[in-house]
């Protein structure tokens, strides 16, 4: 019976099964957009990758990112999650840089010690700031009222290959009491760049760290993400664009996915430069398990 290697692996995780589980499948070249599809669905995992080849093609490996219901351009972990297996298991000794090719182009991925810990960062595309929002329009999707919302702050769409709506909240309590109302959501989103939601506040569960984020996308099959570097590549565009922290420059830590149980921590970087704002988001990756799925 015909078959392919998986592993898992945990993105953005602070300890082992913590942070958003990855499931990575390699020697995938051969495999139709409907296996990949009917994998990523069996799964059921935020999202599932495919490495179609373990040859780099114009620098870097090809790979293809799908959640259980559809495929994407592109995301955060399951890039991070991606390179990391790229290392381990295709090239097989420590590197500096894994380059992806995904269909926003090619996202580079490198290794940083910090503290004695291993952090796998990408280079996200320079974020677009397009679409701005109320808070009367997002507070009842939300399930909040008007004043949980941050109004020095504009709730906006904003992509770096994925578009979200980003939403400043003023307190944590707040940030925990957000339920997508699933009725007025699918209302919301319809002609709207940015159908995922991601919501933010300046209070964290440890001091050490900057923010609390949640992020919601019933559109894609995922209710709430337990991390989500995307959305935080737009996030931390948007602490630039925006002035948010008072500084053109920002280093943070962002802590997402303590409300379903998978406390995960994101790092985040990004400045000006010039005409575009220059983000990474970095995060561990650790691994879970492997083995091989039947065809």
């Known amino acids: 019976m015909p078959s392919v ?33 009917t994998i990523a669905k069996e799964i059921n995992f935020s999202e599932t990758t495919f490495i179609l080849g373990d040859r780099p093609e114009k620098g870097g490996y090809p790979v293809r990112i799908f959640t ?15 390179a990391y297996i790229i290392q381990q298991a295709i090239i097989g000794s420590p590197v500096e840089r894994v380059i992806l090719n995904l269909q926003v182009g090619q996202i580079p991925v490198h290794w940083q010690t910090e503290n004695q810990t ?65 009725s007025l959501y699918f209302e919301f989103i319809d002609n709207q760049p940015g159908k995922e939601i991601f919501v933010f506040c300046p209070e964290t569960h440890h001091p050490d760290n900057t923010f609390s984020a949640r992020m919601f996308a019933d559109y894609l099959g995922i209710p709430e993400d ?54 990474q988001v970095g995060g561990q990756v650790m691994p879970i398990a492997k083995g091989e799925f039947f065809l």
């Not at 692996?9 to 957009?33: C, H, M, Q, R, W």
């Open 5 to 37: 290697p998986f592993h898992i692996v945990d993105v953005f995780a602070v300890k082992p099964y913590s942070g958003n589980p990855l499931a990575v499948i390699l020697n995938a070249g051969e495999l139709t957009t409907e296996t990949m599809q």
């Open 68 to 82: 259980p219901v559809q495929e994407l351009p592109f995301a955060g972990h399951p890039t991070l999650g991606t």
């Open 118 to 182: 291993e952090i796998l960062w990408m280079q996200q595309n320079p974020p677009e700031f397009s679409t701005t929002y109320s808070k009367e329009v997002l507070a009842p999707i939300l399930s909040l009222e008007p004043e949980d919302i941050d109004d020095r702050f504009p709730i906006q769409s904003v992509s770096t290959g994925m578009p979200f709506a980003i939403v400043p909240l003023k307190t944590q309590a707040a940030l925990k009491r957000c339920r997508i109302q699933q």
């Open 226 to 279: 337990p991390a989500t570097g995307s959305a935080n590549g737009c996030f931390a565009g948007y602490l630039v664009e925006h002035n948010y922290l008072g500084t053109q420059e920002i280093d943070v830590r962002v802590e997402q996915g303590y409300e379903i149980n998978r406390p995960s921590l994101l790092h985040l970087s990004a400045h000006r430069n010039q005409n575009h704002i220059c983000v």
